[in-house]
């Protein structure tokens, strides 16, 4: 499904030069749970902006059924994102000023169905995951997972075949992240979709079918493959995640959503 | 089910379908658009209030200037005076009026009448005192075609003798009073130009009684019937002007041209009508330049809640399009809403106008109220036409202050404001 080739992508010239991705091949094929893994900064999301299309890469390729989505044109790109895949950011990015359900319904909007058919397919999606109640509340009237949960609503409204996950976790409390943990088990054995997803989360390795390790922008198939100069290195960043697993109801109360404040 | 990856090979919609779609996009972008202004409901407010204001000043202004010139040339053009026109001789007077003159013009067709006019010079006696007095012949309908206003008395009739309507500034020559119709008699002698030029009377009539007074304090003036002139002991051929009145406006400009082909120079109450208009175009333009000083300022204003709008919301847009919304989804929604907020602000802007009209009429009446003999005009006046103009006007407003900013949300990339945190 997806063939990522040589793919680089930099910011800036001369000593402003920064390469987050560096020299990347990989493939994804069709109902994968494919894992992407590494710290924080080592430009895993970046990568799945690169696959989403969000990003346009400076050297490279990403191949999905054979088009480059670079040569995309704005309306073609448009209808990928509409259509063909449902990205979940780990910050929800839900709008601010819709309710629940309408933030759910958005993309059949942009689809130009109609609103009674819109909201009937919104909300089977909110029964599915519980928080059909809080379809008419605002997201800054729910908590961070009911937000999350909204967010991945939101994502397969249109039944897109592939699923982009960025951090889905990162938010959340142990309670929460489980719940979305297991609701994207069931979307990837039920559904049997593509499942693209970042993390740093080493819990989420258990679940997938695939997973590769991105250290500093390059891509190892196993961690024993991770040169020993990479910092951090795998060992210290897992004990860092169980540390922060046991700090995570401390660590939730600074955990605020952005949304919260508005 | 699931939707294919690429839509390559599938078949196109039908044009209903695509009707269908359009159809409730625009509706779908219409309800997002009003959903942000309601949520930021006092912004909305201030916006079109300041759009209202502009918008309101200038329809102000501008009906002011309309109702002041209806008041104007309606009160030209009342009655007889639209089917009238005056006929001078021609240029240099090389075509003289006279009575052949009188009867073509009576042949025309749609002729109602012909009056014509003589000035003759003459000296009043009254006791001691004398004055020179320009004496104008002319038949009583010839007077109240001009809408000749008496402050006493009455007119005379085409068969008086010895009686004349004189100005007040006659009797103030004598120091009569000039409010009321004298009860003496005056002692006329007519006077002409003999051969070698010198100023000779002609003819001199004792016991002029005066009829009525012409409010005119600045001229020395009788009025005579010309029927009565024509006994006098003058060999005059020529009249100096003559009214003709025709039976419709449709007959006017027809018989104006007649005229003029033969010579004479012909001036209409629609002449008139068309200089006092041209006078109140450039009033209304310079009211109105006012109420565009009014409207720029909340062009200002507007420009800046949308840009303040599109800036706040660019996480939002950035969003939107990571969901699939195209660059020119995220360009309508913001022209929409510029849209909506001229649409609105138009129509604040009429009832702004309407109150400002009933204000001052309410203020005017107050005054009127205050001053013996007051009576109120209408100064306003408001055609549909106009107030459709300026919802146009303010939508057309909308539109150029809030392209800028559509145009910054639609170039706005969708990571830019996702990337940041």
Redesign the interface.
């Known amino acids: 499904m997806y063939k990522v080739e040589a793919l680089t992508k930099s910011y800036g010239e001369g000593s402003a030069y920064n390469e987050v991705i560096k020299d990347v091949n990989f493939t994804i094929n069709s109902g994968e749970y494919f894992l992407i893994i590494g710290p924080s900064g080592s430009g895993k999301s970046t990568l799945l902006y690169l696959l989403a299309g969000l990003e346009t890469p400076s050297r490279g390729s990403v191949h999905v059924r054979g088009q480059d989505i670079k040569f995309f044109d704005q309306n073609t790109m448009a209808t990928f994102h509409r259509i063909n895949i449902g990205i979940v950011y780990q910050s929800f990015h839900l709008l601010p000023s819709f309710t629940i359900l309408e933030n759910v319904a958005f993309p059949l909007v942009l689809q130009g169905l109609r609103t009674k058919k819109r909201e009937e397919r919104a909300m089977e999606v909110l029964q599915r995951f519980g928080i059909d109640a809080l379809a008419d509340h605002l997201p800054s009237q729910v908590s961070g997972g009911q937000q999350q949960k909204a967010a991945i609503a939101r994502a397969l409204i249109n039944m897109p075949p592939i699923l982009l996950i960025d951090e889905p976790t990162g938010n959340l409390d142990t309670k929460s992240s489980q719940e979305v943990m297991d609701i994207i088990e069931m979307l990837h054995k039920q559904g049997g979709r593509t499942i693209i997803m970042v993390t740093h989360n080493t819990e989420f390795i258990k679940y997938s079918t695939r997973t590769i390790h991105i250290i500093d922008g390059k891509i190892y198939d196993k961690p024993s493959d991770i040169p020993s100069s990479s910092s951090p290195d795998l060992e210290t960043m897992n004990l860092m995640e169980k540390i922060k697993a046991n700090q995570d109801e401390d660590i939730d109360e600074f955990m605020i959503n952005p949304f919260d404040k508005m | ?7 390559d090979g599938h078949a196109g919609p039908s044009l209903q379908e695509l009707i ?3 159809v ?2 625009l509706i ?1 972008i219409l309800r ?1 658009s009003i ?2 202004l309601q ?1 930021n409901f006092l912004r909305t407010l201030l916006t079109t209030g300041g759009i209202a204001v502009g918008i309101g000043a200038m329809i102000y202004l501008v009906t002011m200037g309309l109702g002041l010139e209806e008041l104007t040339v309606g009160s030209i053009s009342k009655s007889d005076a639209l089917l009238t026109m005056d006929v001078n001789p021609g240029p240099n007077e090389i075509k003289p009026i006279d009575d052949s003159t009188i009867k073509t013009i009576k042949s025309f067709d749609g002729i109602v009448g012909v009056w014509p006019r003589r000035t003759l010079s003459a000296k009043a006696n009254l006791g001691e005192k004398k004055t020179d007095i320009t004496i104008i012949a002319v038949s009583p309908s010839f007077l109240q075609l001009e809408q000749t206003k008496l402050v006493s008395g009455r007119l005379y009739h085409d068969d008086d003798e010895q009686s004349m309507v004189v100005s007040s500034g006659f009797l103030k020559v004598f120091g009569l009073p000039t409010k009321s119709t004298p009860l003496v008699t005056f002692k006329v002698e007519f006077t002409g130009v003999n051969s070698v030029k010198e100023t000779v009377v002609i003819d001199t009539v004792n016991n002029f009684s005066v009829v009525g007074v012409i409010e005119d304090e600045s001229a020395v003036v009788g009025y005579l019937p010309l029927n009565y002139a024509d006994t006098l002991n003058y060999d005059y051929d020529n009249y100096e002007k003559i009214k003709v009145k025709v039976d419709s406006v449709k007959e006017l400009q027809k018989v104006k041209e007649a005229i003029v082909a033969r010579g004479f120079s012909v001036v209409t109450v629609v002449d008139k009508v068309e200089e006092v208009e041209s006078v109140f175009k450039w009033i209304r333009y310079i009211l109105g330049a006012l109420g565009i000083i009014a409207v720029a300022v909340a062009s200002i204003g507007m420009f800046n809640t949308l840009t303040i709008s599109f800036l706040e919301r660019t ?2 847009i950035s ?9 020119h ?1 995220i360009w309508r929604f913001f022209m929409w809403e510029a849209l909506i907020l001229g649409l609105l602000g138009g129509i604040m802007g009429i009832v702004v106008a309407f109150f400002g009209q009933q204000l001052t009429m309410l203020i005017m009446n107050i005054l009127a109220g205050l001053v013996e003999d007051g009576h109120v005009v209408k100064i306003f006046y408001t055609p549909m036409l106009v107030l459709v103009e300026f919802l146009v006007f303010a939508m057309a407003i909308a539109f150029v202050t809030g392209f800028y900013p559509a145009l910054r949300a639609r170039r706005l990339h ?2 830019d404001a ?2 940041n ?1």
């Open positions: 089910m699931r939707l294919p990856l690429f839509r269908n779609y359009l409730m996009r779908d997002i959903k942000v949520k996480k939002e969003i939107m399009k990571t969901l699939g919304a195209t660059d989804d969708p990571l996702i990337r945190e």
